[in-house]
């Protein structure tokens, strides 16, 4: 079998006294979808912060195996190397597409930033690409030179995801992606982030409050309490048999709900 | 020597040679041979309080001041030409601090001081062309913080640059930056070449003149050294284009200068003349002879 | 023929003999002395040496008269002088704890040891006008003060409030040179030496604002005004050869600290902590709004959110000197013509555009 494709160790964070997370161990393989869900409070941002690079971890290391198969930490990488990696080989979806999006910038320019940052130059090109992207996160070709200011919170959110995979990364990181989505809206975005997920063979560490988009979504699930991972495991096995008292807990919730 | 320099006998008494102290001045030179080092580095510098307004050209002045030597011929233009009234009293300035020949003609100075143009006489080596620089961050209006852009900078991430000239193509089919147009120095840096129209951009690529750009207020000083590439920052499939006038100069009949627009009467009338007043002045100069 | 007209150097000259017959005004009407206007102008004074940073009352008033009584042309000719003077080094630290002072107040205790002074202010004056001003007056003699028993001694408030831990430790002098902004180029983050070297150079109108600002809730920081003190103090100079502080004379200094509520950190207990405003003369207002925003741009280093204007650091030390303002404002003022061919050639060539779209567009309904 491969190594995984990134691997944490230890990572472990404190904002003053509190520790936000605390140790935690954590493996992602290709192609493979991970769901870290808990309650707000639990570490999950902040954990996925870290593994993003945006936060330093207090203690602890993330190792990554590049594209040429070398393993390295992320740690030993210069900011240059890690700011390319970022835009290459990962995607960051986040839960508000404002802070994902250049909210004035059109659909199209927003989904060929990435390509013009490595180098492409080709206008006709580039475009060629966006139109493409668009039409595979289901936006209307009619609107590539409308900024997504003028979209809905679902359209912005398929655009966040367009404008992530259009380097094709292996690895994309999602926090929260349906939150304050109507029902319907969502339904359709689990469903998209689904297709293209299995299609593209993405690795994807998704964070989520919701049990339910977890289920839908992800292969494995890690439950986090008060910083600590309290329990990992395939989905359904975790879902329909927790062992820990708290992800009982978690699961009884819902369903009472 | 020519009949247009004028030159005088000595510098204004109680001030040092081109005002500033010569502590100042090693320091603006030190800060001038790291921008040669590093072509289109932005450089910081502890840029002084001048006698003119920021915004006014105190980055050039203090600049011009650093490299001034007695054996100069300064020339100051605003707006291609040398009888604007910022150019003049830049020019009277130099004349009565350090004593300095003056001149209007290209070919004659040493030093050029300038503001929003680059003379249409090709420059030569051994001259030096001083710009005046108002914003020096080409990345400024897309990222607006000091410790961001400078990253960028380091990163040589430029990808945003890119996206601004994309959104020009597909608004309006073409790149709708006309002055201040970025460039890429040395295949490392972009820099701004200050607000010149692009009609200039190139005569700054494989330019035997040296370069350099002072932005007094922002505090920054950038260089490129002769016969260095300048390329200003295209598509493949939407190349780099300049200005085009359909009518020749109305002065001197010159085609392939850049052109002011001259409002005649108050009913439409228009006529076009050259913006660099020394090589105009000098072609009717010719013609009358 | 046509002779393009760019101004010139005569009409430069001309400008400028009207510039000086506009500044005497009135002949008619006695003209101003220095000296008047350093005695009876006082706090404008001041204001010009403050963010002019050169004390010179007599260099002051003169800017002013040349300057018409324009502050910031006058703060602009102080600057400009300023740069050209040679520079022997830096006097030893003021000592504003041994202040002859004229004015010292504290919100946060009704008394202390000195006592709370009032001196000269506007304050509890009602703003009426003083007609009997257009008329030349002598002024009564100020009433004496009873001498109090504890005068003299004048300890600073936030020297009472460190004996017990309750406000943040003044930083010691650890022998590191401070930075000159003036000298150097600000590289960001700046420290809080540079900050405060900015904001006492800082127009005193955007100060103000940006410390109002904060009290209305953009960067909020519960603030106290711990002291103002107003007075003279002793500068002394080291001179490197002698080896020992040699006193060159006194100058009069305004003195702001705020005491400011501190919730406490990680690393750091519940206490008061300080903002600081220092200002030549007399220039309250002045130093107050520096003592505010000084702490609100400490909010990074006290692990505070960083999201208001007055926290941010860029943005208030980028546009807080009012000669960087108001040059490249009026910078405008400069003929932009070459630029504006070129903006009126794109505007031109994108109406054609926008016209031949419509057209086709018309032509292609009549068509259907």
């Known amino acids: ?257 | 020597m020519s009949a247009a320099i004028a030159q005088r006998p000595e510098s204004e008494p109680g001030y040092n040679f081109a005002y500033l102290d010569e502590g100042t001045k090693r320091m603006i030179r030190r800060a001038i041979l790291k921008a040669i080092a590093v072509p289109g580095y932005q450089v910081p510098f502890a840029s002084r309080e001048m006698p003119m307004p920021y915004g006014w050209g105190t980055g050039g002045v203090q600049v011009t001041a650093a490299i001034l030597g007695r054996s100069d011929v300064l020339k100051v233009i605003d707006q291609g030409a040398d009888d604007t009234t910022n150019a003049v009293s830049i020019r009277r300035f130099f004349a009565k601090t350090s004593g300095v020949a003056t001149t209007t003609r290209t070919a004659e100075a040493t030093v050029i001081q300038t503001r929003h143009r680059i003379p249409e006489t090709p420059l030569t080596e051994g001259q030096t062309l001083v710009y005046q620089v108002p914003i020096p961050e080409p990345l400024r209006f897309l990222e607006p913080r000091e410790t961001e852009t400078r990253q960028l900078h380091a990163l040589a991430e430029y990808g945003a640059m890119h996206v601004k000239l994309y959104e020009d193509i597909s608004r309006h089919g073409h790149i709708a930056t006309t002055y201040a147009y970025p460039v890429e120095v040395a295949g490392r840096y972009v820099m701004d070449p200050s607000p010149t129209p692009k009609f200039d951009n190139p005569k700054m690529d494989d330019c035997p003149a040296l370069q350099l750009f002072g932005a007094g207020r922002e505090r920054r000083i950038y260089a490129v050294p002769p016969y260095t590439r300048v390329r200003s920052l295209d598509f493949e499939d939407h190349p780099f284009r300049v200005q085009a006038f359909t009518q020749p100069c109305a002065l001197c009949g010159a085609r392939g200068h850049y052109l002011d627009e001259v409002v005649t009467d108050d009913s439409g009338g228009r006529m076009f003349i050259c913006s660099d007043t020394d090589i105009c002045e000098t072609r009717v100069a010719e013609a009358a002879r | ?368």
């Open chain 3, 1 to 368: 023929m046509y002779v393009a007209v760019k101004g010139g150097e005569a009409a430069i000259d001309n400008a400028h003999r009207l510039l000086a017959e506009a500044r005497r005004g009135d002949q008619a009407v006695p003209e101003l002395s220095v000296a008047q206007i350093r005695e009876q102008m006082a706090l404008l004074v001041d204001r010009v040496m403050t963010e002019g940073s050169l004390y010179d009352p007599d260099l002051a008033a003169l800017a002013l008269k040349q300057a018409r009584g324009d502050v910031v042309e006058a703060v602009f000719l102080v600057r400009a002088y300023r740069t050209t003077l040679p520079r022997f080094g830096a006097s030893a630290p003021v000592d504003t704890g041994a202040m002859a002072v004229e004015r010292r107040i504290s919100a946060t205790f009704k008394d202390l040891p000195g006592g709370q002074v009032l001196g000269p202010t506007f304050d509890y004056t009602h703003r009426l006008v003083d007609f009997a001003l257009a008329a030349d007056t002598v002024s009564e003699p100020a009433a004496e003060a009873e001498p109090r028993a504890d005068a003299g001694t004048c300890p600073r408030v936030t020297d009472l409030l460190a004996q017990d831990g309750l406000i943040e430790p003044s930083p010691r002098d650890d022998g590191t040179p401070v930075g000159d902004l003036t000298r150097e180029p600000v590289d960001y983050p700046a420290d809080r030496a540079l900050r405060l070297q900015a904001l006492a150079r800082g127009d005193e109108g955007f100060v103000l604002g940006l410390a109002y600002s904060t009290q209305r809730g953009y960067g909020r920081t519960h603030p106290f005004v711990g002291e103002i003190r107003v007075g003279t103090v002793a500068v002394e100079f080291v001179p490197e050869e002698l080896g020992f502080a040699v006193p060159l004379g006194r100058v009069r200094l305004t003195e702001c600290q705020m005491v400011n509520q501190f919730k406490g950190s990680g690393a750091a207990p519940p206490q008061f902590t300080r903002g600081y405003g220092l200002s030549f003369g007399q220039s309250e207002r002045k130093a107050m709004a520096m003592a505010l925003v000084d702490r609100a741009l400490r909010a990074e280093e006290l692990g505070e959110p960083v999201a208001s204007p007055a926290q941010d650091q860029e943005f208030v030390l980028a546009h807080c000197d009012s000669l960087q303002a108001t040059g490249f404002v009026e910078h405008l003022k400069l003929p932009h013509y070459v630029d504006f061919q070129a903006e009126l050639e794109l505007v031109r060539r994108l109406r054609a555009e926008f016209e031949r779209k419509s057209d086709a567009v018309e032509m292609q309904e009549a068509a259907e």
């Open chain 1, 1 to 257: 079998m491969s190594p995984p494709l990134l691997s944490a160790h230890g990572l472990t964070k404190a904002y003053g006294s509190r520790l936000a997370c605390a140790g935690i161990d954590l493996d992602v393989t290709e192609g493979e979808v991970l769901a870290i869900v808990g309650e707000s409070g639990s570490g999950k941002s902040t954990l996925l912060s870290l593994l993003a690079g945006e936060l330093a971890p207090d203690s602890g290391q993330i190792r990554y195996r590049m594209r040429d198969g070398q393993v390295r930490s992320l740690a030993d990488l210069g900011p240059a190397e890690l700011r390319r990696l970022m835009r290459t080989d990962w995607g960051f979806v986040r839960q508000d597409a404002r802070q994902g999006l250049r909210m004035a910038v059109s659909a199209g320019g927003n989904v060929g930033e990435r390509l013009m940052g490595l180098g492409e130059r080709h206008y006709g090109r580039i475009r060629g690409q966006a139109l493409d992207w668009l039409g595979r996160v289901e936006i209307d070709a009619g609107r590539v030179d409308d900024p997504p200011s003028q979209f809905s919170g679902g359209m912005r959110q398929r655009l966040q995801i367009a404008r992530n995979l259009v380097t094709a990364p292996r690895l994309v990181l999602m926090d929260e992606p349906t939150s304050g989505l109507d029902v319907s809206v969502q339904a359709r975005l689990l469903d998209l982030i689904r297709r293209l997920s299995a299609e593209l063979g993405l690795a994807v560490v998704i964070v989520t409050h919701d049990l339910a988009v977890a289920r839908l979504l992800s292969h494995r699930i890690a439950v986090m309490r008060a910083g600590r991972v309290i329990e990992t495991g395939l989905t359904d096995r975790v879902l329909d048999d927790p062992e820990h008292a708290y992800t009982q807990l978690l699961v009884a919730s819902v369903l009472a709900a």
